[in-house]
């Protein structure tokens, strides 16, 4: 008797998930077709591009702002790079990830806002045939415990009262 009301338990907590899981995929997908639909055509095809030109657009059309408005400073360190072959809508979404996150994280750390600063560079290992972008903020950086996570297939943070904080890349 006490075996099948531990079942019971168990198919309805399974049910429970199923239905959140549902819920779940329904939304991403309206959030990825949503998003999708507000990303021109000409973006959504690999094309040779010079990230450099692709983080000052950014920066004209948005990130110079948001910085603004969350009272931080943000500056790029551009390097020599050579074009090379990508689909712009995604250097654009790691680009805006990583700032966001930053801001994010620079507002959560208690940092004063004299000192909140954001930092995109650029570089060209000529060597090893890699571009290499940074973010780096001002902010307390990344628990030592929780490197190992960050390039986790969607994996974020969670805050003291277990609340996702982040977007995850």
Same mark, same amino acid.
Do not use: C, W
């Given at each position: 008797?006490?075996?099948?009301?531990?079942?019971?338990?168990?198919?309805? +907590? @399974?049910?429970?998930?199923?239905?959140? %899981?549902?819920?779940? &995929?329904?939304?991403? /997908?309206? =959030?990825? !077709?949503?998003? *999708?639909?507000?990303?021109?055509?000409?973006?959504?095809?690999?094309?040779?591009?010079?990230?450099?030109?692709?983080?000052?657009?950014?920066?004209?059309?948005?990130?110079?702002?948001?910085?603004?408005?969350?009272?931080? +400073? @943000?500056?790029?360190?551009?390097?020599? %790079?050579?074009?090379? &072959?990508?689909?712009? /809508?995604? =250097?654009? !979404?790691?680009? *805006?990830?990583?700032?966001?996150?930053?801001?994010?994280?620079?507002?959560?750390?208690?940092?004063?806002?004299?000192?909140?600063?954001?930092?995109?560079?650029?570089?060209?290992?000529?060597?090893?045939?890699?571009?290499?972008?940074?973010?780096?903020?001002?902010?307390?950086?990344?628990?030592?415990?929780?490197?190992?996570?960050?390039?986790?297939?969607?994996?974020?943070?969670?805050?003291?009262?277990?609340?996702?904080?982040?977007?995850?890349?």
């Amino acid at each position: 008797d006490r075996i099948n009301k531990i079942m019971l338990i168990a198919d309805e +907590q @399974i049910d429970v998930y199923v239905k959140r %899981l549902r819920r779940y &995929s329904h939304i991403i /997908y309206a =959030i990825s !077709s949503f998003s *999708l639909s507000h990303i021109g055509q000409n973006k959504r095809r690999r094309q040779s591009v010079n990230i450099n030109n692709l983080i000052d657009t950014l920066n004209k059309e948005m990130l110079i702002d948001l910085a603004k408005a969350n009272e931080t +400073q @943000i500056e790029s360190i551009l390097g020599d %790079l050579p074009n090379i &072959s990508v689909y712009p /809508y995604e =250097i654009e !979404s790691i680009v *805006l990830n990583f700032v966001t996150n930053s801001l994010s994280a620079l507002k959560r750390g208690g940092i004063p806002l004299s000192e909140r600063k954001i930092e995109i560079e650029t570089s060209h290992d000529k060597k090893n045939g890699q571009i290499i972008l940074s973010v780096r903020d001002s902010g307390i950086g990344i628990p030592l415990e929780d490197t190992d996570r960050i390039f986790q297939l969607y994996s974020t943070k969670t805050d003291s009262e277990n609340r996702p904080i982040g977007t995850g890349l």
